[in-house]
């Protein structure tokens, strides 16, 4: 559901035999997850579908949901966490396995062109803000999305977040 601020009304973004998770907003996109137990590995693994639309002022649908991401592969065993991210025109998400053409490790995708680029093998727990991508590599490191440069923040740091300014 969506819920335009700060008085509604509620409004069904997606429904019917989905089960929708983990949903995100920003902009006039709202994402969410869909999946299961992935049978190469079902007792540790789940395959993660995201989906999204675009939502108007009053916050409804316009269009059908589209598949943004057929297939991330995630851990859900102890306190393994899988997380992707959306910002205003991006979404980041981290695959575990390489699943169905899609290489593991951290992906970012402009939601204008529906391209994903991968930024690498051994990155996770993306967070977008802006232009910066914040992520678990060598470290935490950032991401200038516009220039591809990326630099070091700290290298005990973990479970970055990113915001506006900082």
Do not use: C
């Amino acid at each position: 559901y969506s819920y335009p601020l700060p008085d509604g009304p509620k409004v069904e973004v997606v429904g019917g035999d989905s089960s929708p998770g983990y949903p995100q907003i920003s902009g006039r996109w709202v994402t969410w997850t869909e999946g299961g137990p992935w049978e190469e590995n079902p007792e540790e693994t789940w395959l993660i579908t995201i989906f999204g639309v675009q939502v108007n002022a009053r916050g409804e649908p316009e269009g059908d949901p589209a598949e943004l991401v057929p297939a991330a592969i995630a851990y859900v065993i102890g306190d393994a966490t899988w997380t992707y991210s959306l910002s205003d025109g991006r979404l980041a998400w981290e695959s575990l396995e390489t699943v169905e053409g899609s290489e593991s490790g951290l992906h970012v995708m402009d939601l204008g062109s529906f391209q994903p680029q991968r930024v690498g093998a051994e990155a996770w727990h993306p967070a977008l803000a802006g232009d910066s991508l914040v992520y678990r590599g060598d470290g935490l490191e950032v991401m200038n999305l516009e220039t591809g440069s990326v630099r070091q923040i700290d290298t005990d740091g973990d479970f970055p977040a990113a915001g506006p300014t900082f």
